[in-house]
Structure formats: C-alpha cells, structure tokens
C-alpha cells in the first residue's frame, strides 16, 4: 500500500505527530501491517493497543453479555468489543458492550452510527481516566445512551439525553439492588448486583 502522506498542517513541523484515521486502519489491518485479532482503537488520531481484562473485568463482562441476550428484542445486535462510528474520522472507538439495531442499512459494510445505537458500555477495570474521556466524545456524537460500570467500585453511572455535546441527565452511581433499565427499551431492567454477584 501506498504510505500515507502527512497532512497539509504538519507536513513541515518539526516533531509533528502523524494522526491516523479509520481508513489508514482498514488499509493497514488489509495489508497486515496490524494484526486484526488485535484489540486496538483509534482514538485522536493514535493506534491505542487495548489491554485484555483482568478476572473481576471479564467477569462483569460475561455477566453484562449474558444478560443483555437474555432481555433484548431480537432485532438488537449486541455488539463485544466491535467499532463503532462516532462521525470522526480520527476516532473509532470500540465500546466493550453496545447494542444496535440489527435492521439499520448495509450492517454488512459498515459500522453502527449514533441513529444504529441504543447503548454503549465502558467497563472500567483499570481505565476509568481514559473511559471517561470518552463520554464526551459520545455526547458529541449524539449516542442516546451511555454506561460507565465501575468495577472496584461495583457501581454504573448513566448518561443520556445528548445535547449539544454534552448529556444533560448523568446519574449517581447505581449500586446494589438499585435497578438499571435501558432508556429505549425499559423491560430491559435488572439490579446492579446482578453485573456484579
């Protein structure tokens, strides 16, 4: 493949820093200079490799996966550790749960967008500074619904209502019995305890 020339604003500048974009990863996965059993994201520009779980984070994990099969209408795709499109071409985030509307156009050739999306979940293990970074880029891009579950804490912070960039509704920490409903489709309701006994 051919290499990709800098843009136009740090062609000349010393130390610049070279920002990839979706398409550079496709053609570099296509080509096999990455290594697409990999688990890596591209977030501003950078090739971010993605640390595996750890037991109490797989855990949560397998939990969340089993429960969402369990609970959600069958036109849903529930989507592991899958990329998204957040409308940038130098992020492309890969939430560690997400659902999407299997029926939405050509899901064979491309990702979900924020109209496909119900839900996406962060589980933060041992990247909760860099999960939270992510939450305004998902306001940004007008994802109805986001989840921050917290596992040392054994607890999930909603997010909804984008507007502007930010969302407007952020909730305390749920914990325990307290019940967590996807906003779209409320029969999907059960307690935090059940992410995490």
């Known amino acids: 493949m051919d290499s990709p020339a800098p843009p136009a604003d740090t062609a000349h500048v010393p130390g610049a820093t070279y920002r990839f974009t979706a398409v550079d990863i496709d053609r570099m996965v296509d080509a096999n200079i990455l290594d697409s059993e990999l688990r890596f994201e591209l977030w501003d520009g950078q090739i971010l490799?993605?640390?595996?779980f750890r037991p109490p984070g797989s855990r949560v994990h397998s939990r969340l996966n089993r429960l969402f099969h369990a609970l959600c209408p069958a036109h849903i795709e529930i989507r592991s550790e899958k990329?998204?499109?957040?409308n940038d071409p130098h992020f492309q985030p890969e939430p560690d749960v997400s659902l999407a509307d299997d029926n939405r156009d050509s899901?064979?050739?491309?990702?979900?967008?924020?109209r496909d999306l119900y839900l996406v979940v962060e589980i933060s293990?041992?990247?909760?500074?860099?999960?939270?970074?992510k939450i305004p880029k998902y306001a940004?891009?007008?994802?109805?619904?986001s989840w921050i579950v917290d596992v040392a804490a054994e607890a999930v912070t909603v997010y909804r209502k984008p507007h502007n960039g930010h969302y407007q509704s952020i909730s305390e920490p749920h914990t325990g019995h307290d019940r967590l409903t996807?906003?779209?489709f409320p029969h999907i309701n059960f307690a935090v305890a059940d992410i995490f006994t």
Do not use: C, F, G
């Open 49 to 52: 490799l993605m640390s595996p």
């Open 83 to 86: 990329p998204i499109d957040i």
């Open 107 to 114: 899901p064979k050739y491309r990702h979900p967008v924020a």
């Open 125 to 133: 293990d041992t990247t909760k500074d860099y999960d939270l970074t």
């Open 140 to 145: 940004q891009a007008n994802i109805r619904e």
């Open 182 to 184: 996807v906003e779209a």
